[in-house]
Structures are given as C-alpha cells and as structure tokens.
Nanobody
Framework: EVQLVEAGGGLVQAGGSLKLSCDCS????????IAWFRQAPGKERERISC????????DYSDSVKGRFTTSIDKAKRVVYLQMRSLKPEDTAVYYC????????????????WGKGTLVNVSS
C-alpha cells in the first residue's frame, strides 16, 4: 500500500522554527494533494494545511495561518511545512496525508498516510 514518509520533527524552543518534509514519491498519480494534520494528546486530529499539485493552491486552519507555510517541489515529489513562531500548544505528532487523481484538490478524504513525526515545543 502507498505510504508517505514525514521527516524533520524534533525539539524546539517557543518562538523558533522547524521545517517538515513529506516524501510523496509512492503516489501513483501525476496530480495529487497533500494535507498536514496534527494530533496532540487528548485532542482530536486537526487538519492544518493542504496543497494541490495541479495549481499549487493552499489552505490553512486558523490555528496556524500566518505562521505556517506549505509548499511543493514537484520535481522531487516532496511537500514541505515551514513552521515559524512556534508555541507550546503546537506540540503534537504531525502527519502528512495525500490523495491523487482528478479529484486531488484538497476537498475530500485522504487515501495515503505517513506514520507521523513528533514536534515538541518547549516554553
């Protein structure tokens, strides 16, 4: 089954920055969309961003808008999440998830998932 691979998590102080990556090379479609989710202990999984390869359009949750930026390198088939001005409440396991084909416009449920990478923001 297709699996995505996240990288770049770790420990960072409040106010700092961290950049995550998502290897999308196993998605068997030219067009795809990649969303970033996060889940903190005791909380529901939250979708925080998405980017579509077709037009590189993006969307963000209110909780990260203005601080996080997602981008795509289509030649390398890698999606990034640049996180800035990190807060302790950003601490969570971060997952990338994807869909491919004609409907890959960040509108529907994701089909492919990674195992997650932990981001721990200290105060």
């Amino acid at each position: 089954e297709v699996q995505l691979v996240e990288a770049g998590g770790g420990l960072v102080q409040a106010g700092g920055s961290l950049k995550l990556s998502c290897d999308c090379s196993e998605i068997p479609y030219q067009n795809y969309a990649i969303a970033w989710f996060r889940q903190a202990p005791g909380k529901e999984r939250e979708r925080i961003s998405c980017i579509a390869s077709i037009d590189e359009s993006t969307d963000y949750s209110d909780s990260v808008k203005g601080r996080f930026t997602t981008s795509i390198d289509k030649a390398k088939r890698v999606v990034y999440l640049q996180m800035r001005s990190l807060k302790p409440e950003d601490t969570a396991v971060y997952y990338c998830a994807g869909e491919g084909g004609m409907g890959a416009w960040c509108l529907y449920e994701m089909d492919y998932w990674g195992k997650g990478t932990l981001v721990n923001v200290s105060s």
